[in-house]
């Protein structure tokens, strides 16, 4: 279609017409890729931190919201159990140092183990719950129980939150002391406040401890209230009440707690541990040919039953114990051939432990000390337990040489001896009329720092006495007494035979002895048993006249105390009263009533007026003076005269 004129023309105009392009926004400036110059980069870089600076970054424009602050309570309670820390805490120093502390450890350093420990909780580097659980294991497998105490109390005190391990170990102290009572509070104490619920752990600790010491029923309890906790039934809690019940006789409730595991578990048990517990029940029922079934059940070729170092133990202990010595022989050679550690485990030292008591009872000592020496052998080291056990087994046969070469050899094992290895040796020394040797072991007791109790110190002396060594007896009195608490019957013993050696003076100067240290000590039935005694020579009088000395020279002690204190407030009143004017204490009103007081008034005053500007001068060198002075009148003195020294310096200043 042909256009019109007008139109045509309009239209190339608009063709030869210039467009302009908008320019871009002023706040948007052209990025080149490069610069000319390096003059021209750095402009660039100056004017951008210049633009930067002017105007803020365009987040801070942004509404942005603000972060809700943790609740917290405004009150937390004091008294509120402590989070233990977690495993992941043990890194950097802190694993450093909980290295360095398992090596004292494995030294058998423990008491270094746990000086470090001590000193550390209040370093850079505090040393973690894991550290100090491993110190106090130690201190447990040595029955160190006091130690172990002592640094739990120190650790709680100084705020390391003991975590489930810790009251374990506590539990388990308890438990060997046989403070079966603070322990089961202890576990209430656990259940209630603890932020974390007891471990299967706990309950085979308790559970344990109670039938140790025969408290079968109450073990019973702790199993039943395990299960309505929601634990899964624990094969080896079963067999610790399983023992028991064993132990007592009672066969019937062995059969009914192993068909009760059986039910809980749904078909067999694969736990081996159990297993010899069933033997016994089966032997104390006279079912012999039951019992062994039982044992090629667990034991034979082909048994899907899992038999641990422990429960081939129980097996060792129910066939020894029953007639069954060359059975158990041949499993304890089944055992040593499959021993292969760390991937087997099939022998402990619970297992040499029980094959040595069961050569003894076979009357085969010698091949009882081969199998004990061989325990090195399976990588095996045997305890102080352990060499108690054999020890005691010899003397008890009259085989003391043999018994005292075993203790000879404890140090070379590194294992210390305790208080139940010096009597077993005291004891079969007084047997072999070895009486000194005997007080030699007393002795060496006492230099290893162990504290023998009053049955062992009486055990002694009565040894010593029978044999006509009364002085001896008389030594180890004098160097227990501040270390026992004596009985009367313990000091009758001693008394009883001095007198009878014709030794009564010794016997007053005892008493004497007591009365000054204490003389509740002296009670009224010793009192009447030395009367009768000194009343058999005709000495009835002089307990009378020594209680009457003993009396007077406390009396006189305490008069010289208080005149002793007397003459030191004199001399510090003496001393007071050099510095301060005597009218301070009382002479004031006796001066005003004198004929001469006007007079004295009149001459102060003008001594006053004409010596005004001295007494400013000196008023600094007077009252450093008097200060030192009621520093040493305070010590003193009595309130009342401290008061009337502040009066006087309060008027002294004033002036």
Request: proline content about 5%; some cysteine.
């Given at each position: 279609?042909?256009?019109?004129k007008?139109?045509?023309?309009?239209?190339?105009?608009?063709?030869?017409?210039?467009?302009?392009?908008?320019?871009?926004?002023?706040?948007?400036?052209?990025?080149?890729?490069?610069?000319?110059?390096?003059?021209?980069?750095?402009?660039?870089?100056?004017?951008?931190?210049?633009?930067?600076s002017?105007?803020?970054?365009?987040?801070?424009?942004?509404?942005?919201?603000?972060?809700?602050?943790?609740?917290?309570?405004?009150?937390?309670?004091?008294?509120?159990?402590?989070?233990?820390?977690?495993?992941?805490?043990?890194?950097?120093?802190?694993?450093?140092?909980?290295?360095?502390?398992?090596?004292?450890?494995?030294?058998?350093?423990?008491?270094?183990?746990?000086?470090?420990?001590?000193?550390?909780?209040?370093?850079?580097?505090?040393?973690?719950?894991?550290?100090?659980?491993?110190?106090?294991?130690?201190?447990?497998?040595?029955?160190?129980?006091?130690?172990?105490?002592?640094?739990?109390?120190?650790?709680?005190?100084?705020?390391?939150?003991?975590?489930?391990?810790?009251?374990?170990?506590?539990?388990?102290?308890?438990?060997?002391?046989?403070?079966?009572?603070?322990?089961?509070?202890?576990?209430?104490?656990?259940?209630?406040?603890?932020?974390?619920?007891?471990s299967?752990?706990?309950?085979?600790?308790?559970?344990?401890?109670?039938?140790?010491?025969?408290?079968?029923?109450?073990?019973?309890?702790?199993?039943?209230?395990?299960?309505?906790?929601?634990?899964?039934?624990?094969?080896?809690?079963?067999?610790?009440?399983?023992?028991?019940?064993?132990?007592n006789?009672?066969?019937?409730?062995?059969?009914?707690?192993?068909?009760?595991?059986?039910?809980?578990?749904?078909?067999?048990?694969?736990?081996?541990?159990?297993?010899?517990?069933?033997?016994?029940?089966y032997?104390?029922?006279?079912?012999?040919?039951?019992?062994?079934?039982?044992?090629?059940?667990?034991?034979?070729?082909?048994?899907?039953?899992?038999?641990?170092?422990?429960?081939?133990?129980?097996?060792?202990?129910?066939?020894?114990?029953?007639?069954?010595?060359?059975?158990?022989?041949?499993?304890?050679?089944?055992?040593?051939?499959?021993?292969?550690?760390?991937?087997?485990?099939?022998?402990?030292?619970g297992?040499?432990?029980?094959?040595v008591?069961?050569?003894?009872?076979?009357?085969r000592?010698?091949?009882?000390?081969?199998?004990?020496?061989?325990?090195?052998?399976?990588?095996?080291?045997?305890?102080?337990?352990?060499?108690?056990n054999?020890i005691?087994?010899?003397?008890n046969?009259?085989?003391?040489?043999?018994?005292?070469?075993?203790?000879?050899?404890?140090?070379?094992?590194?294992?210390?001896?305790?208080?139940?290895?010096?009597?077993?040796?005291?004891?079969?020394?007084?047997?072999?009329?070895?009486?000194?040797?005997?007080?030699?072991?007393?002795?060496?007791?006492?230099?290893?720092?162990?504290?023998?109790?009053?049955?062992?110190?009486?055990?002694?002396?009565?040894?010593?006495?029978?044999?006509?060594?009364?002085?001896?007896?008389?030594?180890?009195?004098?160097?227990?007494?501040?270390?026992?608490?004596?009985?009367?019957?313990?000091?009758?013993?001693?008394?009883?035979?001095?007198?009878?050696?014709?030794?009564?003076?010794?016997?007053?100067?005892?008493?004497?002895?007591?009365?000054?240290?204490?003389?509740?000590?002296?009670?009224?039935?010793?009192?009447?048993?030395?009367r009768?005694?000194?009343?058999?020579?005709?000495?009835?009088?002089?307990?009378?006249?020594?209680?009457?000395?003993?009396?007077?020279?406390?009396?006189?002690?305490?008069?010289?105390?208080?005149?002793?204190?007397?003459?030191?407030?004199?001399?510090?009143?003496?001393?007071?009263?050099?510095?301060?004017?005597?009218?301070?204490?009382?002479?004031?009103?006796?001066?005003?009533?004198?004929?001469?007081?006007?007079?004295?008034?009149?001459?102060?005053?003008?001594?006053?007026?004409?010596?005004?500007?001295?007494?400013?001068?000196?008023?600094?060198?007077?009252?450093?003076?008097?200060?030192?002075?009621?520093?040493e009148?305070?010590?003193?003195?009595?309130?009342?005269?401290?008061?009337?020294?502040?009066?006087?310096?309060?008027?002294?200043?004033?002036?």
């Open positions: 279609m042909a256009l019109s007008p139109t045509f023309l309009t239209h190339l105009k608009t063709l030869t017409t210039k467009h302009h392009h908008r320019a871009p926004p002023s706040f948007l400036s052209l990025r080149l890729l490069s610069f000319a110059t390096p003059e021209e980069a750095a402009a660039e870089r100056r004017r951008r931190k210049r633009r930067l002017l105007e803020p970054p365009l987040n801070s424009v942004r509404p942005q919201s603000q972060p809700r602050p943790n609740p917290q309570n405004p009150n937390p309670n004091p008294n509120a159990p402590k989070i233990p820390e977690h495993v992941s805490a043990l890194t950097g120093n802190r694993l450093n140092l909980h290295n360095r502390i398992l090596k004292l450890i494995r030294e058998n350093d423990l008491d270094e183990a746990a000086l470090l420990t001590r000193h550390s909780i209040y370093s850079n580097c505090k040393p973690t719950i894991f550290t100090c659980n491993s110190v106090m294991a130690a201190q447990l497998r040595q029955w160190r129980y006091s130690d172990l105490l002592s640094l739990h109390r120190f650790i709680t005190q100084a705020g390391v939150a003991a975590n489930v391990v810790t009251h374990n170990l506590l539990i388990n102290a308890y438990m060997d002391c046989r403070k079966t009572d603070t322990a089961l509070d202890y576990y209430k104490q656990l259940i209630n406040d603890a932020p974390f619920n007891p299967p752990t706990t309950y085979r600790i308790i559970v344990r401890g109670l039938v140790d010491n025969n408290k079968v029923d109450r073990a019973l309890e702790l199993k039943d209230e395990m299960l309505s906790k929601g634990f899964a039934p624990d094969p080896i809690v079963y067999s610790y009440v399983m023992l028991g019940e064993a132990k006789g009672k066969a019937d409730g062995v059969f009914a707690l192993y068909e009760e595991l059986k039910e809980k578990l749904g078909g067999a048990v694969s736990d081996g541990v159990v297993y010899g517990s069933v033997m016994k029940g032997f104390l029922r006279g079912m012999e040919k039951e019992a062994m079934e039982c044992y090629k059940e667990a034991c034979g070729e082909g048994s899907k039953i899992k038999m641990s170092a422990v429960a081939f133990n129980y097996m060792l202990d129910a066939l020894s114990k029953n007639g069954k010595f060359e059975e158990a022989v041949e499993l304890f050679g089944r055992m040593m051939a499959e021993h292969s550690p760390p991937k087997r485990l099939s022998v402990n030292l297992s040499f432990n029980v094959m008591d069961a050569y003894c009872s076979q009357g000592f010698t091949e009882a000390i081969e199998i004990f020496k061989n325990m090195g052998e399976k990588r095996c080291s045997p305890d102080t337990l352990s060499y108690n054999l005691e087994q010899l003397c046969n009259d085989m003391l040489a043999e018994g005292e070469e075993l203790y000879k050899g404890m140090s070379e094992k590194g294992v210390s001896p305790d208080e139940f290895t010096f009597v077993l040796l005291m004891d079969a020394c007084f047997k072999e009329n070895r009486p000194d040797d005997a007080a030699a072991y007393y002795k060496k007791m006492i230099e290893s720092k162990l504290r023998p109790n009053l049955a062992v110190y009486n055990r002694l002396v009565d040894g010593l006495v029978k044999v006509g060594k009364v002085d001896e007896a008389k030594s180890f009195f004098d160097m227990m007494v501040g270390k026992l608490r004596m009985d009367d019957a313990s000091y009758q013993f001693i008394m009883k035979a001095l007198f009878d050696i014709g030794k009564h003076d010794e016997v007053l100067k005892t008493i004497g002895a007591m009365l000054r240290e204490d003389a509740s000590d002296f009670s009224t039935d010793l009192q009447e048993f030395v009768e005694e000194l009343g058999k020579v005709g000495r009835e009088g002089d307990l009378t006249k020594l209680m009457e000395d003993v009396e007077r020279e406390k009396a006189e002690a305490a008069a010289r105390e208080a005149e002793a204190a007397e003459k030191a407030k004199a001399s510090a009143r003496a001393a007071v009263s050099s510095l301060i004017p005597s009218k301070l204490f009382g002479n004031k009103e006796g001066d005003e009533d004198s004929p001469n007081a006007a007079e004295s008034t009149s001459m102060d005053g003008e001594a006053k007026d004409g010596k005004e500007e001295e007494s400013v001068g000196q008023t600094a060198v007077e009252n450093s003076s008097v200060d030192a002075s009621l520093t009148a305070i010590k003193g003195e009595t309130v009342l005269e401290a008061e009337v020294i502040n009066e006087s310096l309060s008027d002294r200043v004033e002036a």
